[in-house]
């Protein structure tokens, strides 16, 4: 597969048209950024150990029967992906309240309930990514009643796998973002990266935060923890 021209850059990622019509490259950045843009820092190698993690972590979800876009990685910091029309909202799952939810809820973090939350939130930076609901989302014509069905099982099916995968190198999943898109096949599959950039992970014995909160929260330490989270990950999956 060759790597033609960008075809769009966003925060953290470049994507380039490949010679097929079906296939694009994403390529993973070193930048981070934070509350829309205003926090920004380059981590040395996050892009390899994102594009690392995001690869082991998608190859492990299409081989337990959830489609992604992830087709392969192709060097240390691109993946070969599908060409997808991206839905444009997040859906978020919550094992444990924190970030967002305990600020504009007023609950401490850490609290666990007793049901797994799903949010819905529009991808819009203008209006701030505003919380939306089923019937929102209808309404705007970017989901049906039918596709959202799907979508909240297969966010739970990932959420399942994902919760497993974690405790089994010592690391509790908080919360994450998934992203969905239609393939050209029409197929709804699974979009955009798995990182501690779109989690909260918190290792199971000492409570360490392991995600991208170190670098919102200046705890220090970002590209050490993010290679420790790759090291497990990868120890886990290649065995
Ligand atoms: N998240 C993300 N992209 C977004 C918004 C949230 O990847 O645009 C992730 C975030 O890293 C966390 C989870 O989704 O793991 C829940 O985020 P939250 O709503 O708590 O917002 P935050 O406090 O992180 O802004």
Redesign the pocket.
């Known amino acids: 597969m060759k790597q033609l021209e960008l075809l769009y850059e966003g925060k953290s990622k470049l994507i380039y048209a490949t010679d097929s019509a079906e296939r694009v490259v994403v390529r993973f950045k070193d930048d981070a950024t934070?509350?829309y843009n205003i926090k920004r820092a380059k981590i040395e190698n996050k892009g390899k150990m994102n594009c690392t993690i995001s690869s082991q972590i998608l190859a492990f979800l299409n081989a337990n029967g959830v489609d992604t876009h992830f087709v392969e990685q192709v060097d240390q910091t691109s993946q070969l992906c599908k060409v997808v029309e991206h839905m444009p909202f997040?859906v978020?799952?919550?094992n444990i309240i924190?970030?967002?939810?305990?600020?504009r809820l007023g609950i401490e973090e850490g609290v666990i309930p007793e049901n797994t939350i799903f949010?819905l939130?529009l991808?819009d930076e203008e209006l701030g990514?505003p919380?939306i609901n089923d019937h929102h989302a209808v309404a705007l014509g970017i989901a049906t009643y039918e596709e959202l069905v799907k979508i909240y099982e297969i966010s739970a099916r990932v959420n399942k796998l994902l919760t497993e995968l974690y405790a089994s190198v010592g690391i509790r999943l908080?919360?994450?973002?998934i992203e969905f898109g239609r393939a050209t096949d029409g197929a709804l599959v699974l979009a955009d990266e798995l990182t501690p950039?779109?989690?909260?992970i918190w290792d199971a014995e000492t409570g360490e935060r392991m995600?991208?909160?170190r670098f919102?929260r200046d705890l220090g330490r970002v590209g050490e923890t993010y290679q420790e989270v790759a090291h497990r990950i990868c120890n886990a999956l290649n065995k």
């Open positions: 934070a509350f997040e978020i799952v919550r924190a970030g967002s939810m305990a600020r949010d939130c991808k990514d919380l908080v919360d994450f973002k950039d779109t989690c909260r995600d991208k909160d919102r």
